[in-house]
């Protein structure tokens, strides 16, 4: 007797009337047409079964605290740092903890079931570190939070800061971040990458650095990332977040520092929904858009994932743990408009960041992990289009979210009585 038994799914590859199998929270069988008895079933009718949303970056320690102490006034990220440092001495454990679970269960609700959040070790309390371990723990059971130690204050510029950092990967800590273009001059924060990634090496830690998150041509730590994992051996096993820099790169230098990431292993991951309201701040007209290369560097072979990075803090005042729209901003801004690019920005918020956070078990095969999200839309582009109801949610072979189908009536002459919004007419 299976579990669960879902029937007439559509996957995200196209596959449809496919049947999911579920027993001990794994997938048993993925086939069209699986007829067995199960404890629970599911009719999916033909919407699409995707594996959950992962966000590949996301900063846990500051969400939902917009307005604390003030609003970020000129909107630039530099404002924001700066904000954030006006609060961190006024955070208490248990508010980051309250916020950290309000966010999770957005996150649950959207079918988001994976998250790797940065956590700020730039505080001799290593408040946030404790509060967020806690997070993950309390998760856990429907929840995969992977934590980043994360020196926002920069690892050299702040003279405490390779002590604590070393602290919180003691303490539990999974991944080493960095903040190159943060530190006092470009010399010192190529030295930032090279210490980092050789505490990493050492330790057997992935790596995820903002890198460039500026719109300053020159700021090129993305080289000096990639040059390090290839000297260290750490293909695959890091990520340059953000690289925004490489928006205003010149076209030449570009075509040489593509072909390096792509060689290195180095993965990519880009956040437009906050890329495209901090960068292009001190521009005129044209306003640069404050988006990395993600279509060439796609055609270079390199993963990308899109991430949310910030929702209701000092850096970004909206957001609601939507990766559709996520995708979606990253569709728009990326111009990649093509089916096979609509397809790539849904991969972008699934398949590439759960690659680029090494998740075990994850996607819709035999003998992965039975989470997965059923979604009120044919396929993926529908899906992002209409930033898609997440109708069920499941973890583990078990129901953790549902949310009505949104429909609207309609009260018109010789219409029908309701529309979905979804398009039937293909
Ligand atoms: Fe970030």
Not at 115 to 136: F, N, Q, T
Request: hydrophobic share 40%.
């Amino acid at each position: 007797m299976l579990d669960l038994l879902v029937h007439k799914a559509t996957l995200p590859d196209g596959r449809s009337n496919m049947s999911v199998a579920v027993q001990d929270g794994r997938i048993t069988d993925v086939a069209p047409g699986l007829q067995a008895p199960a404890t629970e079933t599911v009719d999916a009718q033909g919407l699409l079964l995707s594996p959950p949303f992962v966000d590949a970056h996301f900063h846990m320690d500051a969400t939902l605290s917009y307005g604390l102490p003030r609003v970020n006034a000129s909107g630039t990220l530099l404002e924001g740092i700066a904000l954030w440092g006006e609060l961190k001495p006024h955070l208490t454990q248990e508010a980051l903890v309250e916020r950290a679970l309000a966010y999770c269960d957005w996150a649950v609700a959207r079918g988001l079931l994976a998250i790797r959040s940065h956590v700020d070790i730039c505080d001799p309390r290593l408040l946030a570190v404790e509060a967020l371990l806690e997070v993950k723990r309390r998760v856990a059971p429907y929840l995969d939070l992977q934590l980043v130690a994360f020196p926002q204050d920069g690892v050299l510029r702040d003279p405490q800061a390779m002590d604590k950092l070393q602290r919180a990967l003691t303490m539990g800590v999974d991944v080493v971040g960095g903040i190159p273009h943060f530190e006092r001059t470009m010399a010192d924060g190529a030295l930032s990458v090279k210490l980092l990634c050789e505490l990493a090496a050492a330790q057997g830690k992935l790596v995820d650095m903002h890198c460039d998150e500026s719109d300053d041509p020159l700021s090129r730590h993305i080289e000096t990332l990639a040059f390090e994992t290839q000297r260290l051996g750490l293909q695959g096993r890091v990520t340059g977040s953000h690289c925004t820099s490489m928006h205003s790169m010149d076209n030449y230098y570009v075509s040489k520092l593509l072909p390096l990431i792509a060689e290195a292993g180095v993965s990519i991951i880009s956040n437009p929904l906050i890329n495209i309201t901090l960068q292009g701040r001190h521009d005129s007209y044209p306003k640069r858009r404050g988006m990395t290369r993600v279509p060439e560097l796609l055609a270079h072979g390199v993963t990308v994932a899109f991430g949310h990075d910030c929702v209701m803090d000092p850096w970004y005042s909206l957001g609601s743990a939507d990766m559709l729209e996520v995708a979606s901003m990253g569709l728009h801004v990326a111009q990649m408009t093509s089916q096979a690019a609509m397809r790539q920005c849904f991969e972008a918020v699934t398949t590439s960041p759960a690659k680029i956070l090494h998740l075990d078990g994850y996607g819709i095969e035999k003998g992965c992990n039975a989470d997965f999200v059923l979604l009120q839309a044919q396929d993926p582009i529908e899906a992002i289009r209409l930033r898609a109801t997440r109708l069920q949610v499941f973890r583990s072979g078990k129901r953790v979210a549902q949310s009505p189908a949104a429909t609207a009536s309609l009260h018109l002459p010789g219409r029908p009585q309701t529309t979905s919004l979804m398009h039937s007419g293909r």
